[in-house]
Every structure is written in C-alpha cells, then in structure tokens.
C-alpha cells in the first residue's frame, strides 16, 4: 500500500489521539474535530479537545482531552472526484 493513502488511529486512554493520513482539518471547536484524511471524513467528538500537534505536510495531527467517540464517513468531495473519473473513462 502506498505511504502516502495509509492511516493510523492511536488512542491512548482516551485522552491523546494521534491520527496520520490527514489532508484537512475542517473544522474544530472543543466538542469536535472534523478532519478529511485520506480514508475520508474523521468525526472526533468529546469534552475540552484541542488540536496539539498539527503536520499537514506528513499528514500528523495530535489531538488531546477526553475523546467519546470517533465516526468516520465518506467525504462528499470524494464522490465527486470519483464520479467525474468514471465519466472521463467511460
């Protein structure tokens, strides 16, 4: 698999979040953190989070307080970009 699409989640003691394979973060407040990576749409909810490493470059975010739950979905740019390929090649 190609270094640049892989993607980890590692939780420890649901408190710190390290995620890689992120492309954008959309939107955080200290509820949610909604980021786009490369396996689509990452929903963090929880109490007092902050955004505390952050690496667009590598793809690295490092998210602390108390995490409650992680809800990935597709990411609707994605199902643009993969229907105008298909139109291209048909």
Not at 24 to 53: A, H, P, R, W
Not at 58 to 77: A, T
Request: net charge neutral; glycine share 6%; proline share 0%.
């Amino acid at each position: 698999m190609d270094e640049r699409t892989m993607q980890s989640l590692v939780l420890e003691n649901k408190e710190i979040l390290n995620v890689t394979g992120v492309e954008v973060v959309d939107n955080f407040n200290d509820d949610t953190v909604v980021l786009i990576t490369t396996k689509g749409k990452l929903t963090i909810k929880g109490e007092k989070l902050n955004i505390s490493k952050l690496n667009v470059e590598e793809g690295k975010l490092m998210v602390k307080g108390i995490i409650n739950s992680l809800v990935f979905s597709e990411y609707e740019g994605q199902k643009e970009k993969v229907s105008l390929v298909k139109k291209l090649f048909k």
